[in-house]
């Protein structure tokens, strides 16, 4: 197994996925995208085995000099926007194609977070990041495969909308370093007032506390862990095609979080999932006819 850790590196791994020279950043067909907005994040029309896609991704080399907190793959107000922008211009100009034309959306995925800044607050963080989740959501309802590949860091709310949302999810192996979680054991201990301790003990075997992407593999968040850098182009062409087919044939609950759901279950990781969801359907039939 080849272990080239690739936190920091989402550029490099745009081109260890593509088609040698296909990447064109800043432009999805005839709309191009201002090189100074949203330094942090790297969007663009490229190729994989000939076909078209667009990717978005991290760049943790980036800094955004408007907002101090946008650094080192940071998710800040004007890369959540511009990523958003991406998605839907991409939406609009396949609009016309049939399922199986439609380009497929590539994310490649190493953040830490989202930009905490007080003025980003002010601005509106939640707003930016909001949209991108929800193109992300309409891309994938409207037959676009999205692919996310998680090569260093996915974290919280960064993650909810750069990945999440996402018809399957590969991650490069625990060997790599990479995590997944919604926040680091400190912030939990903050807010929960656990001890660190304990919550180190629960992160070794418990999926919910635990950073590993095995962990999120067992909950049926990670399709497929990638061992091999070598191996993450042909693993993100093969998936393109499965997701495809599974929306050809109609079966949407396949894939994005429904499909995840269904994994967890089967790997023995969210066992409960079904019984909640089946007892809110049942409350809420009780007293649909109230408010429809």
């Known amino acids: 197994m080849t272990v080239e850790v690739m936190i920091g590196r989402g550029r490099d791994a745009i081109d260890m996925?593509?088609?040698?020279?296909?990447?064109?950043?800043?432009?999805?067909?005839?709309?191009?995208?201002p090189e100074d907005l949203g330094p942090g994040a790297v969007v663009g029309e490229a190729a994989i085995d000939g076909r078209d896609v667009v990717v978005i991704a991290n760049d943790a080399q980036a800094f955004n000099d408007k907002f101090p907190v946008v650094y080192f793959g940071v998710i800040g107000l004007e890369e959540a926007y511009k990523m958003a922008k991406v998605v839907y211009t991409t939406i609009k100009q396949d609009a016309d194609k049939p399922v199986g034309e439609k380009r497929p959306l590539v994310l490649i995925v190493d953040t830490p977070g989202?930009?905490?800044?007080?003025?980003?607050?002010?601005?509106?963080?939640?707003?930016?990041?909001?949209?991108?989740?929800?193109?992300?959501?309409?891309?994938?309802?409207?037959?676009?495969?999205?692919?996310?590949?998680?090569?260093?860091?996915?974290?919280?709310?960064?993650?909810?909308?750069?990945?999440?949302?996402?018809?399957?999810?590969?991650?490069?192996?625990?060997e790599f370093g990479t995590m997944i979680h919604v926040m680091p054991i400190t912030s939990i201990s903050r807010i929960t007032k656990m001890d660190i301790e304990r919550l180190e003990?629960?992160?070794?075997?418990?999926?919910?506390?635990?950073?590993?992407?095995?962990?999120?593999?067992?909950?049926?968040?990670?399709?497929?862990?990638?061992?091999?850098?070598?191996?993450?182009?042909?693993?993100?062409?093969?998936?393109?095609?499965?997701?495809?087919?599974a929306k050809l044939a109609g079966d949407g609950d396949?894939?994005?979080?429904?499909?995840?759901?269904?994994?967890?279950?089967?790997?023995?990781?969210?066992?409960?999932?079904?019984?909640?969801?089946?007892?809110?359907?049942?409350?809420?039939?009780?007293?649909?006819?109230?408010?429809?």
């Open 114 to 174: 989202n930009g905490p800044g007080k003025i980003e607050e002010i601005f509106g963080m939640n707003k930016a990041t909001g949209s991108y989740q929800l193109a992300l959501a309409e891309a994938r309802k409207s037959g676009h495969p999205v692919i996310a590949l998680v090569i260093g860091r996915a974290i919280s709310g960064a993650f909810l909308c750069h990945g999440l949302q996402a018809d399957h999810i590969l991650s490069l192996s625990p």
């Open 17 to 33: 996925v593509v088609d040698p020279g296909s990447f064109h950043e800043n432009s999805v067909g005839d709309v191009a995208f």
């Open 201 to 245: 003990e629960l992160s070794k075997e418990n999926p919910v506390f635990a950073a590993g992407p095995q962990f999120f593999y067992h909950l049926g968040g990670v399709d497929e862990l990638v061992e091999n850098v070598e191996d993450m182009r042909p693993a993100v062409a093969r998936h393109i095609a499965e997701v495809e087919a």
């Open 254 to 292: 396949a894939t994005g979080p429904m499909g995840h759901g269904t994994l967890g279950e089967e790997r023995g990781g969210r066992m409960m999932r079904r019984r909640v969801i089946d007892r809110m359907e049942e409350e809420f039939a009780s007293v649909a006819g109230q408010y429809l």
